[in-house]
């Protein structure tokens, strides 16, 4: 089975600060997918990046950046100089290929971004 | 548009009473879901069509939940005798492929409260 943990449920920031969101995750599967998506208040889930499991290489795009560590099932976002657009929640969430399309996410992160 | 549509935006419905959620997903995508996500938490798989095809039903809390898409295109998702627990937001997902990869575009949801 399939799952995914998010510890922390709400982090609040001041503006500019750096944020990382923890990801933990497990699965049986040599073959999977890690997605990240924010959820804004007027609901509708936004896809941030998906990784397989056989790409370990860090990825940056802005100021939004994503560490995948296969030996601790870590997937941690971390954005860099938060904005107060970028207070929502996020979740964390995994496919496996053995797993008919669906989703599994996390608890989600209510970030609170201060001006 | 361009997006997932779904409606109602938000329904109350009294305890008892059945329901009827849409989902318009974009148009050409092959994949739906349907999931649920309760206040605080992470969306829930409820169910998946490849085409028309329901393929995976399993997440479907109980027989009171039926959802369809019999042209392949949109979707409903029915709640008979609506309990208090069935109180969530229901959200809509297509993608374009079939594939534990492919990115789900989501709709904003349908927030439905039993009372």
């Known amino acids: 089975a399939q799952k995914v943990t998010q510890a922390q449920t709400e982090i609040s920031v001041v503006e500019k600060e750096d944020v990382t969101l923890d990801c933990v995750y497990e699965t049986r599967d040599t073959t999977y997918y890690l997605f990240w998506y924010k959820q804004p208040p007027s609901g509708e889930l936004v896809f941030l990046i998906r990784?397989?499991?056989?790409?370990?290489q860090n990825e940056i795009s802005g100021r939004y950046s994503w560490n995948f560590q296969k030996s601790t099932s870590s997937f941690n976002f971390t954005i860099t100089a938060s904005q107060v657009v970028d207070s929502a929640v996020y979740f964390c969430?995994?496919?496996?290929?053995?797993?008919?399309?669906?989703?599994?996410f996390g608890k989600g992160n209510q970030v609170v971004v201060i001006p | 548009g361009a997006g997932v549509s779904q409606s109602p935006r938000y329904k109350v419905a009294k305890r008892g009473q059945d329901v009827a959620l849409r989902c318009d997903p974009i148009?050409?995508?092959?994949?739906l879901f349907w999931y649920q996500q309760a206040l605080g938490q992470g969306p829930e798989f409820l169910t998946y069509?490849?085409?028309?095809?329901?393929?995976?039903k399993s997440g479907l809390p109980s027989d009171r939940f039926f959802a369809e898409r019999p042209e392949g295109s949109v979707s409903t998702l029915k709640i008979q005798r609506t309990q208090q627990e069935d109180s969530a937001v229901y959200l809509c997902a297509s993608s374009l492929h079939r594939g534990p990869s492919v990115e789900a575009f989501f709709g904003q949801g349908t927030r439905l409260t039993v009372v």
């Open positions: 148009s050409g995508h092959v994949s």
């Open positions: 969430a995994l496919s496996e290929a053995e797993g008919n399309n669906r989703l599994a």
């Open positions: 069509f490849q085409n028309e095809a329901q393929l995976d």
């Open positions: 990784r397989n499991s056989f790409d370990e």
